[in-house]
């Protein structure tokens, strides 16, 4: 019989004989004995164990996982075998306030049950299944074998030295065209006959990838292969399981086939190898890796990829308003930014060192602003170190012990009193330091993370190619990961924007959704007057604080004679779409009218607001009963938000996640018709041969970034505007969603000629 040990960080309560079933006998550990210690670093451990002397070893949360093993994610591994022992859990004591984990616990619960009995074992394939090929008329061999196998699909992988077409190239492929049976091929083996195999074997099959825009780029780039069909394992699975972290090809593995983490090895020697060569982890590069070493990992990557695919489809086949999702907008997605991501986001490259140069400039008139206050001496002069605006603690000990001022009562995870954007800004209404401090932060971050780290990033085009993710948000809003970050470009500052520039003879044109959360919510809603508000035309906030106010003035004298109520219905209108409250709209309206606005007035407004749109207030508490009911929400276009913590005891995390169903039923379906738009521009630029004159390159929130030719940016915007307004099921009669747009030389659209330009 198995000996087995559970091991858990400290004494706790949890009856771990109840927990599992009493499946097994188990003998109990602790890292620490204290149970005082609030997290159990390794200097507090005192747990006097031999793993030899046991079969297994139950892990419980990521502080035992750590210890035994080089792995941190407990949530990756929970219920799968590390190093042929270890057998990680989460720690069941996170049930009580996290419900979306009672699942993760079960499965778990079952699988090491399965390990500790012998019914669930980690397979390894042999070299006749998963091998490399490294000679041609063996690889035309496995390409007429992949030809006439009998799925209708195969699965392919590439390994590259890049993460970008134009930074690597292709090392090798994997293709998998059966269960459990999978090949590495080095590309040295491809000739052209090999090639029209190949493209015959993608035009004849489904090409499943994991990542499908990753390989396509690609596979399109060095080799001009075309995938008529294919499909994608990471977007199936988004669609099963929308939160983010968990769609990782390993994770997936791991969890859903019994290859275990096979990758280890492979790992494993990388890390000797570094050890052993001096090299940095970030300086090793793939083409380090022996064929010999690669193929295993690499060939099962493929056969995952394949196993996955037929785990992922049958259940998403069943739920045709998923499934529609997926292959109505992920799939034209996924195309879209691949081509997008490899069109790149244009940079003016005199432009970006000139606004190094200045940006430098203010950071050292800021600093020397600074220390013209006498705090700043004296602080130096006593901890006889130079001050550092970026140190935590410096400036927790300048702020509150040197200039005397009252922290703001906000704390850090610590515990310590919190010095972030927020409270330097509360502070600088007390004293000019904290925003001289700001100030130099804000700037130093936009020098040192966008101006100085662009330059170098830059194709010899002069443009950026970095990425745009499907499956990055629970909402379905995009991503943006790689090179740059599109949708954190500062807002504050139009230094950034005004490096986007178009080349000579073109004009950026950015086209921007106007009130789009709000227009879905009131069709979605049915509400008469609030879709009579966009008929009406106008500016929409002048609109609603005339008719909630019932104002005695036209709607374009709104903004200048009651500009406090329009504050108010503007923060009441968006206020609501994310579930907020009185106390949250109170705030709002006090920050953006300078004028305290209490929270019975704020009470008082919302009341009114919902008596002149009862039929929004009716769908709302609708929606809200519905998510309470079950648990997840549908959007419009069938996106599924899985809302399992509003069944949590702590009512503070329920309706926490209430209002995230709330929130998301509007911001899915307003991102959703903005790429469902662009993808349809873009298809009607190619129908039309004109992608060398008009150049999507972004999508940011709710807009659509272009470059165009200046004689094409009319058509442009026309097809623009002709695809976004076209009726998706989610249109007022009469009155389309609106798109607004811009014009211009820079992404900034003016703001950095008039800030910049004359410096």
């Known amino acids: 019989m198995a000996k087995i040990a559970l091991i858990e960080s400290k004494p706790s309560r949890n009856d771990y004989v109840r927990l599992f079933e009493n499946q097994f006998d188990f003998e109990q550990f602790q890292l620490c004995s204290d149970p005082t210690i609030k997290k159990v670093l390794k200097k507090d451990c005192d747990i006097d164990i031999n793993v030899d002397d046991y079969d297994w070893l139950i892990l419980v949360g990521s502080e035992c996982l750590k210890y035994f093993t080089k792995q941190s994610s407990v949530t990756e591994y929970s219920g799968r075998v590390i190093d042929d022992k270890f057998l990680p859990v989460i720690n069941p004591a996170m049930l009580a306030f996290k419900p979306e984990a009672k699942k993760t616990w079960e499965d778990s619960v079952t699988n090491i049950t399965k390990y500790v009995k012998g019914e669930l074992k980690v397979m390894k394939l042999g070299s006749d299944k998963a091998y490399g090929i490294t000679d041609t008329q063996e690889f035309i061999k496995f390409l007429n074998d992949a030809l006439e196998a009998p799925y209708d699909f195969i699965a392919l992988d590439s390994e590259t030295t890049g993460l970008y077409p134009r930074d690597g190239h292709i090392l090798g492929m994997s293709i998998s065209y059966e269960p459990d049976h999978g090949a590495y091929i080095d590309t040295e083996c491809v000739d052209e006959e090999v090639e029209e195999l190949l493209q015959k074997l993608f035009n004849k099959k489904r090409v499943v990838f994991h990542n499908a825009k990753f390989d396509l780029a690609f596979f399109e780039y060095h080799f001009n292969f075309k995938f008529p069909k294919f499909e994608d394992t990471m977007l199936l699975h988004y669609m099963l399981d929308e939160n983010p972290g968990t769609h990782g090809l390993k994770q997936l593995s791991l969890k859903y086939t019994p290859y275990g983490d096979y990758e280890k090895p492979m790992y494993d020697w990388m890390a000797d190898y570094c050890r052993r060569n001096g090299i940095l982890k970030n300086q090793f590069t793939w083409d380090m890796i022996p064929f010999e070493i690669m193929k295993d990992y690499a060939a099962l990557d493929a056969v995952c990829t394949f196993l996955l695919f037929q785990k992922f489809e049958k259940p998403l086949l069943t739920n ?185 003879g073109n004009k950026i044109v950015a086209m921007d959704l106007t009130t789009a959360e709000v227009y879905c919510a009131a069709v979605l809603a049915n509400d008469k007057n609030l879709m009579n508000v966009f008929k009406s035309g106008g500016n929409f906030h002048s609109n609603i604080a005339k008719i909630v106010f019932d104002l005695p003035c036209e709607v374009d004298e709104v903004a200048k004679l009651y500009s406090t109520q329009r504050q108010m219905a503007k923060a009441v209108t968006f206020g609501i779409m994310y579930g907020a409250g009185p106390k949250k709209i109170s705030e709002q309206v006090t920050k953006d009218s300078g004028t305290y606005f209490s929270m019975s007035e704020a009470s008082g407004v919302i009341k009114d607001y919902f008596e002149q749109f009862a039929g929004l207030k009716t769908w709302l508490d609708n929606q809200k009963q519905f998510i309470q009911d079950n648990g997840f929400i549908y959007s419009h276009f069938g996106r599924k938000r899985r809302l399992p913590n509003v069944f949590s005891t702590d009512k503070g995390i329920a309706s926490h996640e209430v209002r995230s169903g709330i929130n998301f039923l509007v911001q899915s379906i307003a991102s959703d018709v903005n790429l469902l738009g662009a993808i349809d521009t873009h298809d009607e630029i190619i129908k039309r041969n004109k992608t060398k004159d008009m150049r999507i390159f972004a999508l940011v929130h709710d807009s659509i970034l272009a470059e165009v030719k200046e004689e094409d940016v009319d058509e442009y915007m026309e097809i623009v505007q002709n695809c976004i307004e076209k009726d998706r099921g989610i249109s007022i009669p009469g009155c389309p969603i609106g798109c607004d747009f811009d014009v211009d030389d820079d992404y900034s659209l003016g703001k950095f000629k008039a800030k910049y330009e004359s410096e």
Do not use: W
Not at 394 to 399: A, D, K, T, V, W
Not at 420 to 447: G, M
Not at 486 to 502: L, S, T
């Open 320 to 504: 045709t308003r998923l499934y529609g999702v997926y292959r109505d907008i992920l799939i034209p997605g996924c195309r879209f930014l691949t081509d997008i991501q490899d069109t790149g986001v244009p940079f003016d490259k005199g432009r970006l060192e000139k606004s190094s140069v200045l940006m430098q400039e203010h950071i050292d008139e800021a600093i020397t602003t600074l220390y013209t206050y006498p705090e700043i001496k004296k602080f130096e002069e006593i901890t006889g170190k130079d001050f550092n605006p970026n140190s935590t603690m410096q400036l927790r000990s300048l702020l509150f012990d040197y200039l005397g001022l009252e922290p703001t009562g906000k704390k850090t995870g610590t515990g310590a009193d919190s010095t972030d954007a927020e409270v330097l800004k509360e502070l600088a209404e007390k004293h000019e330091v904290p925003q001289l401090v700001l100030d130099i932060r804000q700037k130093v971050k936009i020098k040192s993370t966008y101006l100085d780290k662009i330059y170098p990033q830059l194709d010899r085009d002069s443009r950026l190619r970095t990425g745009f993710n499907l499956h990055g948000t629970t909402s379905g809003r995009l991503s943006s990961s790689g090179k740059m970050n599109m949708q954190q470009i500062p807002r504050d500052n139009p230094i950034v924007k005004g490096c986007i520039k178009a080349a000579p």
